[in-house]
Nanobody, 124 residues
Framework: VQLQASGGGLVQAGGTLRLSCAVT????????TAWFRRAPGKEREFVGY????????YYADSVKGRFTISRDNAKNTVFLQANSLKPEDTAVYYC??????????????????WGQGTLVTVSS
């Protein structure tokens, strides 16, 4: 399984970005896909996920109501729509895949494949 994240950039506070994660090697309906981020000087943290069926999503409190995860099954790509961005959203964003059949977890070690990360910088 390979994941390729893209779409990061520099945006002003209050702006929007859409990140993409192109997945190859497995169909999206066979994996759980999540977004994580690592801000400067901080640990990598969970942002949100979308289920294998695509019908369920869950978000960290820090982004709930501002970020939305969706996917295009035909393109085997997952998206993170980030609205109302804040300077504290500045981070490298990673997409990750959980190929196990276990229940959902926010723990990083549950995800066995990772993309290379894309940098989001939000200026005040």
């Amino acid at each position: 399984v390979q994941l390729q994240a893209s779409g990061g950039g520099l945006v002003q506070a209050g702006g929007t970005l859409r990140l993409s994660c192109a997945v190859t090697g497995r169909r999206l309906n066979s994996i759980r896909t999540a977004w994580f981020r690592r801000a400067p000087g901080k640990e990598r943290e969970f942002v949100g996920y979308i289920s294998r069926s695509g019908q369920n999503t869950y978000y960290a409190d820090s982004v709930k109501g501002r970020f939305t995860i969706s996917r295009d099954n035909a393109k085997n790509t997952v998206f993170l729509q980030a609205n109302s961005l804040k300077p504290e959203d500045t981070a490298v964003y990673y997409c990750a895949a959980d190929t196990s059949m276990s229940s959902f977890s926010q723990m990083r070690n549950r995800y066995d494949y990772w993309g290379q990360g894309t940098l989001v910088t939000v200026s005040s």
